[in-house]
């Protein structure tokens, strides 16, 4: 009754939109407590000091924001021994350093990462770390929406159960779809694909839960969590391709994420008219394509790209051929991205992450050939858990900044 209560009242809360033109008290009152919620989150525990030089604000200020996040039950103050021993003589004692800490369990975010054939939601806490997960597959690519939204809610549910934690203390949702999502996180069904991640997940997931979800690009919300967790820690300019079965980007400039009109920004149809591209095909179905019509593995396997890699890494004359033309194509795909975003760094991520570091020498050895603006190429560390760590970042990122709106469960 208790949780019911309390998903009523989260229903209720309205996200102010924020003020353009001149700073409010209640804008700065806002940016200053996720600044200090940012830094609160990035260490065990922070001293007054700490948090002045991490958020640039004065002592007065941290401190009021720190006894506001302190009422509202997100952070708490620790006891704190002496930092000053008395001088000689002196009786009067040294004054203890204010220390704060995050609440980590004081609510929880979802991050969700929603296939064509399968999805999976994991459970943070209000630093990040991951709690639990679950997964669900879809019997179809096209099934009803609501039969996607129910395997999608049934994940969620179980993600929570393993975390040891209710519905009611989740505080957003990040959820990342294989569509393209403008700023407003309606989808683009431009597309037949497109279109079948087009479902109401937003709306649905409210009313079941009273839960704010995020809806999101999954490809952009691979950056996200590339920047935040991954090889590409801190890039401002940064190009992430989900690189598995077909070409996605996610593009961070200046570390801003770049939708485009309509959320189109970093789709990959472009490649079609490519010289020595032709489509935005990805490793793994190249990789199974041409091992195939090689006529397969040597030992007359099924052909994937697991077994050209393996085959690849065991000397397999015609398997290293494929990594070569691997190579070749991907160089262009990241030349044709550098020529027009001129990223820091292109990061290749999603499931085939963990073989792709086989490619890079190659790629780096052929961009000079095909861009002025060669960047610099890695692999993620994420594997198939990319998306779901961004998608994490970005409900984190909607809690800190709404912090002083949003209402804690206990």
């Known amino acids: 009754?208790?949780?019911?209560?309390?998903?009523?009242?989260?229903?209720?809360?309205?996200?102010?939109?924020?003020?353009?033109?001149?700073?409010?008290?209640?804008?700065?009152?806002?940016?200053?407590?996720?600044?200090?919620?940012?830094?609160?989150?990035?260490?065990?525990?922070a001293t007054g000091t700490e948090l002045m030089a991490g958020t640039g604000l004065t002592r007065a200020s941290v401190i009021a924001v720190c006894?506001?996040?302190?009422?509202?039950?997100?952070?708490?103050?620790?006891?704190?021994?002496?930092?000053?021993?008395?001088?000689?003589?002196?009786?009067?004692?040294?004054?203890?350093?204010?220390?704060?800490?995050?609440?980590?369990?004081?609510?929880?975010?979802?991050?969700?990462?929603?296939?064509?054939?399968?999805?999976?939601?994991?459970?943070?806490?209000?630093?990040?770390?991951?709690?639990?997960?679950?997964?669900?597959?879809?019997?179809?690519?096209?099934?009803?929406?609501?039969?996607r939204i129910g395997v999608?809610?049934?994940?969620?549910?179980?993600?929570?159960?393993?975390?040891?934690?209710?519905?009611?203390?989740?505080?957003?949702?990040?959820a990342g779809i294989a569509a393209p999502v403008d700023r407003g996180g309606n989808v683009l069904a431009a597309q037949h694909f497109w279109s079948l991640f087009d479902v109401g997940l937003r709306s649905a997931l409210q009313d079941l839960h009273g839960w704010t979800v995020l809806l999101e690009n999954d490809a952009n919300l691979a950056a996200l969590g590339e920047r935040w967790r991954g090889s590409g820690a801190g890039v401002d300019d940064l190009v992430v391709l989900l690189a598995g079965e077909r070409l996605g980007a996610g593009v961070l400039e200046s570390?801003?994420?770049?939708?485009?009109?309509?959320g189109g920004a970093g789709e990959m149809g472009f490649l079609d008219m490519v010289e020595g591209v032709g489509s935005s095909d990805g490793i793994a179905s190249l990789a199974r394509q041409w091992q195939a019509a090689g006529g397969g593995p040597a030992d007359g396997g099924e052909a994937s790209a697991r077994r050209v890699f393996e085959d690849a890494a065991a000397g397999d004359a015609a398997a290293l051929a494929i990594l070569v033309r691997?190579?070749?194509?991907?160089?262009?795909?990241?030349?044709?991205?550098?020529?027009?975003i001129n990223p820091e760094q292109v990061v290749i991520g999603g499931a085939v992450?963990?073989?792709?570091?086989?490619?890079?020498?190659?790629?780096?050895?052929?961009?000079?050939?095909?861009?002025?603006?060669?960047?610099?190429?890695?692999?993620?560390?994420?594997?198939?858990?990319?998306?779901?760590?961004?998608?994490?970042?970005?409900?984190?990122?909607?809690?800190?900044?709404?912090?002083?709106?949003?209402?804690?469960?206990?």
């Open 1 to 45: 009754m208790q949780v019911q209560l309390w998903v009523r009242t989260h229903r209720e809360v309205k996200i102010p939109k924020k003020p353009q033109g001149a700073a409010t008290p209640q804008l700065l009152r806002r940016v200053n407590a996720q600044a200090v919620l940012a830094a609160i989150r990035s260490t065990e525990v």
């Open 67 to 147: 006894e506001d996040l302190i009422r509202r039950g997100w952070i708490r103050e620790l006891d704190a021994p002496r930092t000053d021993a008395p001088a000689a003589g002196n009786p009067q004692k040294g004054r203890p350093a204010r220390r704060f800490e995050l609440r980590a369990r004081a609510g929880v975010v979802l991050g969700i990462d929603i296939g064509a054939a399968t999805t999976t939601a994991a459970v943070a806490d209000l630093r990040g770390t991951v709690l639990g997960r679950a997964s669900g597959s879809f019997r179809a690519a096209d099934i009803p929406a609501a039969e």
């Open 152 to 174: 999608v809610d049934r994940a969620c549910r179980e993600a929570l159960e393993a975390a040891g934690e209710v519905p009611g203390k989740v505080l957003a949702v990040g």
């Open 255 to 262: 570390g801003r994420l770049l939708h485009g009109r309509g």
């Open 326 to 340: 691997l190579s070749e194509r991907m160089a262009r795909v990241i030349a044709a991205i550098a020529s027009l």
């Open 353 to 410: 992450a963990d073989s792709a570091g086989a490619l890079v020498p190659g790629i780096t050895a052929a961009l000079p050939r095909f861009t002025a603006t060669p960047p610099r190429v890695t692999v993620s560390p994420l594997g198939d858990t990319i998306v779901t760590v961004g998608a994490v970042r970005h409900a984190l990122d909607f809690v800190e900044a709404n912090a002083l709106e949003l209402e804690l469960a206990d």
